[in-house]
């Protein structure tokens, strides 16, 4: 169980049907249970896994033609990289902080979690990832929980430019593409039988979110419907995350924002680009 602590609360989170350890915490956040918790609030959450039991022949055969050619032009033709970097190395997650900062500060959108992110590379569980051009230069990063059981992006961050034209955004998708087929070969060679992609809009209307949703499906794979539950283990906790619900009913908290005493679901960098299209600029 990973705790963190805000100003008045003491946040516990647990993951994909953990049970929490004896720590005393306000209340307990159940990221992607296999069913809901009794007695708990929940909610439902979509995402999109692939299977890495499979062999790598089939998992290429069932990916769209048009990414297993991004994946060869990016070995190929634009001679990328792919490097699996020091997730405990406190410079190089200064170096995504940055990166992700910049895109922040230029589209208005909250700040890199860094305190949370923090807590998966102490634990030995972050596993970080990114695509070089010839030069060295990183044109893409992914962050990915790992787990014996799954392997579940976090973030997915590129190099930030004020007007990207029409070959760098392709070279950051067939960066994308290298990514993900190297960390799945490199995941299934570990004994983890599940990648998931971190989200799936069910929406209609979000023509962004459904790119990113076709970029996911374009690795073959299914959707897998999960539960996310909110787990209040103190009187200070129930009081407190009620009245971060009566806040944002009211409209002094927008939905999803972080009360001063914890959020009441989760922090901004927990959510999947399928929640938050500002979530993965790499994925634009």
């Given amino acids: 169980m990973f705790v963190l602590r805000s100003r008045f609360l003491t946040r516990g989170e647990v993951w994909f049907d953990e049970e929490p350890d004896g720590r005393q915490v306000d209340w307990i956040y159940h990221h992607e249970r296999s069913s809901p918790l009794p007695n708990c609030r929940w909610k439902e959450f979509y995402t999109w896994q692939i299977d890495l039991q499979k062999p790598p022949a089939e998992l290429l055969a069932e990916m769209n033609k048009i990414t297993v050619r991004k994946i060869t032009d990016a070995e190929e033709k634009d001679t990328l990289r792919w490097e699996r970097c020091g997730a405990r190395d406190g410079k190089t997650l200064d170096e995504v902080q940055r990166m992700w900062n910049e895109f922040a500060v230029a589209q208005k959108t909250p700040l890199f979690e860094r305190d949370w992110i923090d807590q998966f590379s102490k634990a030995g569980t972050l596993d970080l990832?990114?695509?070089?051009?010839?030069?060295?230069?990183?044109?893409?990063?992914?962050?990915?929980?790992?787990?014996?059981?799954?392997?579940?992006?976090?973030?997915?961050?590129?190099?930030?430019?004020?007007?990207?034209?029409?070959?760098?955004?392709?070279?950051?998708?067939?960066?994308?593409?290298?990514?993900?087929?190297?960390?799945?070969?490199?995941?299934?060679?570990?004994?983890?039988?599940?990648?998931?992609?971190?989200?799936?809009?069910?929406?209609?209307?979000?023509?962004?979110?459904?790119?990113?949703?076709?970029?996911?499906?374009?690795?073959?794979?299914?959707?897998?419907r999960e539960f996310d539950c909110q787990e209040i283990r103190t009187a200070k906790g129930w009081a407190m995350l009620t009245a971060a619900r009566l806040l944002e009913r009211a409209g002094v908290l927008k939905q999803n924002d972080e009360a001063p005493f914890g959020a009441p679901w989760k922090p901004e960098a927990a959510r999947s680009p399928a929640q938050n299209p500002k979530i993965s600029p790499a994925l634009d």
């Fill in 129 to 224: 990832s990114v695509a070089k051009d010839p030069a060295g230069n990183v044109l893409a990063c992914h962050l990915v929980f790992l787990t014996p059981k799954r392997a579940r992006q976090l973030i997915a961050i590129s190099p930030y430019r004020p007007a990207p034209d029409v070959m760098w955004r392709g070279a950051v998708s067939r960066a994308n593409c290298l990514i993900h087929w190297k960390n799945f070969l490199a995941y299934k060679e570990q004994g983890i039988p599940c990648f998931d992609f971190g989200g799936w809009y069910t929406g209609t209307t979000n023509i962004q979110l459904l790119g990113i949703n076709q970029f996911k499906k374009s690795f073959g794979g299914q959707v897998v």
